[in-house]
């Protein structure tokens, strides 16, 4: 075998193969001196919800800022509860307690490290708002368990979108569920930009027509604020460079399935936990995650034959110390704490080539090998 350095994530590669067209994209910006919503946040805000089958994008400086408009647009405040899952990234939970609001946490399905379903309504109270799950390592949540489970206790629904873009459940686009969804266009997402970018999801005209205005300090004309809002917009620049990008989507997608199948294949006859794909849902493996009881062990012996790894998430955010004041403890969520020591994330970018791919699935056999 080769003895090649194979990282997690290579943004790098996907930007040489696009380099030419991304170059240009970011002249005509320059050239036109339109920095600030111009012709390419426009056109982004209707192509990203068609793919992802909305109507309505409303284009946002971060991912984390989509989750906090989406939000706000839905009505969510001060003494208001959301019930999420604490096992995923801080965004979530830090854009529930931006708008004021009281993360309610829900363990998750350890098959598909999603917030489950059948825990929910346990947690609603009068002061439940909002469910607020997560479609973690590109599948799709149980989402339409969930809406019904919303709609029936006519709470709003918004989900984290930031790692499932082209995901889908029973055949639907994460858009086409619930009051909102929200994306991350973080460089090593599935679609990245070259900075921070975000957007929010929603066929609600009049979600859509807040969180308009709340990316825009609230504004609803030239100098009049009909809200206290945000200073939050997707840059012209980033939205040329995602234009560009999102041409390739499909594309990519394909590729880290593929890839995800390739080892799925070689590796599922080694005591580790592989990926389970719900059969209604398209998953677009933005994170190819293992799991096993020795995963320290194993990401060092992974690291020392230069194949990159990475863990995603090492601690759920119930026993983190920012979030201490909620007053969960360890032991609470048992399947996101169980989860948080075994998870590992493998290289699965779609410019991983046969050799990369082998090469990876025989240093995770025979490092597992060694472990056992």
Same mark, same amino acid.
Not at 18 to 37: G, M, P, T
Not at 94 to 120: C, H, K, Q, W
Not at 162 to 173: C, E, F, L, P, V
């Given at each position: 075998m080769r003895n090649l350095a194979i990282p997690i994530a290579n943004p790098k590669a996907q930007y040489l193969a696009?380099?030419?067209?991304?170059?240009?994209?970011?002249?005509?910006?320059?050239?036109?001196?339109?920095?600030?919503?111009g012709p390419n946040v426009n056109a982004l805000e209707n192509e990203v919800p068609e793919f992802c089958e909305a109507k309505f994008g409303i284009g946002v400086n971060s991912g984390t800022d989509a989750i906090v408009v989406a939000l706000a647009a839905?009505?969510?405040?001060?003494?208001?509860?959301?019930?999420?899952?604490?096992?995923?990234?801080? &965004?979530?939970? *830090?854009? @529930?307690?931006?708008?004021?609001? #009281?993360?309610?946490?829900?363990? =998750?399905?350890?098959?598909?490290?999603?917030?489950?379903?059948?825990?929910?309504?346990?947690?609603?109270?009068?002061?439940?708002?909002a469910i607020l799950p997560v479609h973690?390592?590109?599948?799709? &949540?149980?989402? *339409?368990? @969930?809406?019904?489970?919303?709609? #029936?206790?006519?709470?709003?629904? =918004?989900?984290?979108?930031?790692?499932?873009?082209?995901?889908?459940?029973?055949?639907?686009?994460?858009?086409a569920f619930g009051d909102a969804s929200t994306l991350s266009f973080y460089p090593t997402k599935n679609l990245g930009c070259c900075g921070d970018g975000g957007m929010v999801l929603t066929n609600d005209e009049d979600l859509y027509a807040r969180a308009r205005s709340l990316r825009f300090h609230g504004m609803d004309g030239a100098y009049s604020y009909q809200y206290v809002g945000y200073c939050s917009r997707l840059d012209e620049l980033q939205a040329a460079v995602l234009r560009v990008k999102l041409k390739k989507i499909r594309e990519w997608n394909d590729a880290r399935r593929a890839n995800a199948a390739y080892y799925i294949e070689e590796l599922k006859d080694l005591p580790i936990g592989l990926p389970i794909a719900k059969p209604e849902n398209y998953h677009i493996y933005h994170q190819f995650t293992i799991r096993f009881a020795k995963r320290d062990e194993l990401k060092e012996k992974l690291q020392q034959k230069g194949i990159g790894s990475a863990v995603f998430y090492p601690s759920p955010l119930h026993v983190q110390k920012a979030y201490s004041s909620l007053g969960y403890k360890?032991?609470?969520?048992?399947?996101?704490?169980?989860?948080?020591?075994?998870?590992?994330?493998?290289?699965?970018?779609?410019?991983?080539?046969?050799?990369?791919l082998e090469e990876v699935a025989y240093a995770v056999r025979e490092s597992v090998t060694a472990l056992i």
């Open positions: 696009l380099k030419d067209e991304i170059a240009a994209a970011v002249e005509q910006v320059f050239d036109s001196c339109s920095f600030i919503l839905a009505g969510i405040g001060p003494g208001d509860e959301v019930i999420t899952t604490p096992f995923t990234f801080v &965004a979530t939970t *830090e854009a @529930i307690m931006i708008v004021g609001a #009281r993360p309610v946490y829900v363990d =998750i399905d350890p098959t598909t490290f999603n917030l489950d379903p059948s825990l929910i309504e346990e947690k609603i109270t009068p002061k439940t708002k973690l390592y590109g599948q799709c &949540a149980d989402i *339409e368990s @969930i809406e019904e489970i919303a709609r #029936r206790h006519g709470l709003k629904l =918004i989900s984290d979108g930031a790692q499932a873009i082209g995901s889908m459940h029973k055949g639907k686009g994460i858009g360890e032991g609470d969520f048992p399947e996101s704490e169980k989860a948080a020591r075994e998870v590992l994330s493998l290289p699965v970018f779609p410019e991983l080539t046969r050799a990369d």
